[in-house]
């Protein structure tokens, strides 16, 4: 019995050592493609540092229109909505109908 199941442990053992192979060329690239992302990151972050840094202004320069519309005055505090005061949360419950 122990002959007979010697080709099947001896494909078992090939199958393994292909796959043990695989894995290996698998994580291999893994790290090279990791590796490759990572330079690529450190280039990107020195170019970035090489640029000479212009406060107030835009990466593509002056944005042509009109300048964005003035933001409208705060509301008075009273009108304010507080969070979980609306529709259902209010103190007053039942039927609203007059």
Not at 47 to 65: D, I, L
Not at 71 to 93: D, I, N, S, T, Y
């Amino acid at each position: 019995m122990v002959a007979a199941m010697q080709p099947t442990l001896h494909q078992q053992r090939r199958q393994e050592l292909w796959m043990r192979r695989w894995m290996a060329q698998i994580h291999n690239d893994i790290r090279e493609t990791q590796m490759t992302i990572h330079r690529g990151f450190q280039d990107l972050v020195a170019a970035m540092a090489a640029q000479p840094h212009r406060p107030g202004g835009s990466a593509e320069g002056k944005v042509p229109g009109t300048p964005a519309a003035p933001l409208p005055p705060p509301e008075a505090p009273q009108h304010r909505r507080e969070r979980g005061h609306g529709r259902g949360h209010g103190p007053v419950r039942g039927d609203k109908r007059p």
